[in-house]
């Protein structure tokens, strides 16, 4: 198989090349990737700040990517084998597995897969799964109902749009606060208003709109950090999926993670695969272009992912 390796710390190290196929142990599929996405924790990953995260039996040369989507090429024992040939999409914890996603065959369990219906290409379907589930695991840990309302940090991101539009669905009332040029974009994934970043301090833009302050906050970003708490009402509750800041004034402060969850991630590409969750490319790149994609990454902020193709 063709895979993206790393046999050194640093974008300059990123290449591809044939390695051997793996084969789907018991309860696990193997799936023909045709697309995977490129996340800044895999950015972060490659310039060696996530390292010290890689237990001892995880050693070069790596194949990062938690992302993928393709089609099941064939299953492990216990696996229903009319499975084989389904569009699926795919989701590695790789820095706890090993298992990179930046590979054209990637054996997966059958509980971090979803099957995908319908015909959204790949390069979409493969930034639902990171994204997707970190968003899914805020708006769980919120747990707010219809009316509440959630500030949400960051809100034109790959994450924080899915966590928009999750909370929508719910009948939450979100206020986006991105920068104004991302103003029309939120609105149209459902916002309810706006916090301009360019308006000042979040905690006093955010009061004009609710003068008690918001039932919560979910910080997608890394600039936000304490100066969020001021949006948020006492007693409220601040989501990030960054660092939290020290809490005040009663608030519950905690940090969440994107985890295997393939009822969730079903539900995800449900939604996806039906319009209901917007899935912007930014740009594809072939495999033997992984390092261009890396760079273009690192170049600065894009709306959507960087996919490679297979």
Do not use: C
Not at 249 to 261: E, H, V
Not at 274 to 297: I, M, N, S, W
């Amino acid at each position: 198989m063709r895979a993206v390796q790393l046999n050194d710390w640093g974008i300059e190290n990123i290449h591809a090349e044939d390695v051997r196929d793996p084969a789907p142990a018991a309860g696990e599929v193997l799936i023909a990737t045709e697309a995977a996405t490129i996340n800044p924790a895999d950015l972060s990953m490659v310039s060696g700040q996530m390292a010290s995260w890689l237990p001892p039996r995880i050693t070069a040369p790596y194949t990062p990517g938690w992302d993928l989507a393709g089609r099941i090429a064939a299953v492990g024992d216990g696996v229903d084998a009319s499975l084989v040939g389904s569009r699926a999409v795919g989701f590695s914890n790789w820095v706890e597995a090993g298992r990179g996603t930046q590979a054209s065959v990637v054996a997966l369990p059958l509980g971090n897969v979803a099957t995908a219906a319908g015909g959204l290409p790949s390069a979409q379907l493969t930034t639902v799964s990171l994204n997707g589930l970190t968003a899914w695991a805020a708006i769980k840990e919120l747990a707010l109902g219809a009316g509440q309302t959630l500030v949400i940090a960051g809100a034109a991101g790959s994450v924080g749009g899915f966590a928009l539009e999750l909370a929508v669905v719910r009948g939450i009332r979100v206020i986006a606060a991105v920068s104004g040029r991302d103003h029309d974009y939120v609105l149209n994934l459902g916002a309810s208003e706006v916090a301009a970043r360019e308006d000042g301090n979040l905690g006093e833009v955010v009061r004009k709109i609710v003068p008690d302050g918001a039932d919560a906050l979910f910080d997608t970003t890394t600039t936000v950090g304490s100066a969020g708490l001021g949006a948020v009402r006492d007693g409220g509750l601040y989501v990030t999926s960054t660092t939290p800041p020290e809490p005040e004034r009663g608030i519950r402060a905690t940090k969440i993670y994107g985890l295997p969850d393939g009822d969730a991630l079903q539900t995800l590409v449900d939604m996806a695969t039906a319009g209901r969750l917007h899935t912007p490319v930014a740009a594809e790149f072939k495999v033997d272009q992984a390092q261009a994609a890396y760079q273009q990454l690192a170049s600065g902020p894009h709306r959507g992912r960087i996919v490679l193709t297979f």
